[in-house]
């Protein structure tokens, strides 16, 4: 077993390009589901209309990427106003029906054939990263994380991505500890009373949506950015549940929760996918694997690191329900 | 004219009219199924006086409280606030107009700390808009007063020591003062307090008595629901009686109390039971 290569590809996967999208697409369901408490299942339709308002747009149109970007933007406000006026006056369940139904439908739609000249069906689209890869000031043979190589186009990405990830952690914690921010937690703690201490709760929830939906957004383009290609299997209902796994995880409504339970959850999954990986592995001078073979072997280790990984997170919470950055007396109040 | 002189002009009938009233209601009916919760033909709070609703258990109180201030949506009906129609306006509006209500089920905000609920009260927050609030200096001082103010109410009722303590931790009975205290914070022109003394201790109840008498000596107008007829007494300049929806009685104190048709409504079909008074 090569520990130092489970060890840094861990890490690495745990803070890369990729884990930076997990950690946006989270932060913007905190903004949701944890200091506003909208129950939003359909955060992985928000990613993945960042991810496409960026690709189709340059690789279909030759768009220039700035207002591809600025796409993203005003398509997941869109979106957040469509879902906004559509559940928001209604019974809060209904928004979680609602969201987890069109969050399905764009999944849907981008996987059509019907639409498949525009979207590239379930191949995806390829060839819109060129600008990103431009702009890269980093030489193309990268760098060496210990026994992980990093390459000069991800390692752009994940300094890039961090600096964007700092820039909005560092708002919404402005906005959380603003009055702002406090409204939405009162919305989230009882909204009827928020109303009869005259707080507009509609105009606030549609905030909420629209920042939180377009921080999803750009986690989602920042998915795609990594991956160099975006296809709709990214953008499943799983998506949103490992988002929410994420939130309570590093702790709910905390800015560094989202941050922190991407770094722990996609620890564990590399380090447990990886371990059995070479646990279960055969080479020609060894053919002996290190598990023995009528536990695990190569064909079926793939089902067993959910599980474990499944384990691994049950244990987290159970020890320590609140998360990671949780505050354990607000634990003792969460029952409505 | 003091307010005792004042009171006592007004007409002890159903719907008398009072003069310069501060809420006047109209034709307000709400039923659930068959069942006709609250149907007001009319009816005048007066302004600036210390008024009581009171009725037995499930006689519409909390229902036509709902409806007034736009959380429950009558079958038909109109009223008017300082001259204006409320009909249809919803309950964040109503609050801002000046019209602020707490409820018989407290709503504390839980995981909130107790001077972050009383600051919410405060009206007009610059840092309330998310562009302002990203900045905060353009608010910082602006919630500093705010806080004094939060600190002076908490006092005031007996929370001073539970500043940063989340709302959650607190006892039924001081989720009651909170709520009232957080209601004042809103500055209402009209408030309008669902059983707010459930579950307080006499002592502090009598402070609260006080507290609620200088509201109307700033010249606020309080509405209140209680089944405590100590608080009743003690403070009330006129008195509203509902039962089965309607308003059968109106009067002071003494006046409503030796009515026959509320007594008749507090005991029901009991009436013939004694009840160990003067017999
Ligand atoms: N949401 C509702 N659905 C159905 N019936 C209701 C509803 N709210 C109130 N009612 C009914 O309306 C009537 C009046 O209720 P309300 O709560 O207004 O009484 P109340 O005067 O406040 O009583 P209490 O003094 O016990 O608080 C009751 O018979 C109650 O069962
Ligand atoms: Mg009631």
Redesign the pocket.
Known sequence: MNWGLIFSNSVYTAISANAIAYMLVATGLNVHFGYTGLLNFGQAGFAAIGAYSLSIPISRFDWPWPFAVLLVIVSAVALALMLGFATLRLRPDYLAVVTIAIAEIIRLCLNSVRFTWLTGGNDGLQGFTGFMEKLNPFPQQGIWLWKQKIDGYRLWLLVSGWVLLLIVATLVYLLMRSPWGRVLRSIREDEDAARSLGKNVFAYKLQSLMIGGVIGAIGGMWLVLDKQSSQPGDFATTFTFFAYTIIILGGVARVKGPIIGTVIFLFIIQFVDIALQQATKTTPTDPTPVLPTWLIDQNNYAQLRFMLAGFALAALVVFRPQGIFGDKREQAFDVH | MSIDAKSKSFESVPGSSKPDAILVVDNVTRS??G?V??NVAHLEIPRNCITALI??????????F?VLTGFDEPDSGDWEFNGSSLAGVSAYKVARRGMVRTF?LTKALSRMTIIDNMRLGARGQLGESAWRGILRPLWASQELENTKKAENLLERFNLGHMRDELAGSLSGGQRKLLEMARALMVEPEIVML??PMAGVNPVLKQSLFQHIKGLRDEGRTVLF?E?DMDMVREISDWIIV?AQ?EVIAEGTFDNVGSNPVVVNAYLGSHHEVDIGGQS
């Open positions: 659930f199924g069942l919760a609250v009725g037995p258990n499930g006689a519409g109180k909390t229902t036509f709902n018989q669902d059983e629901v089944h509902m929806g």
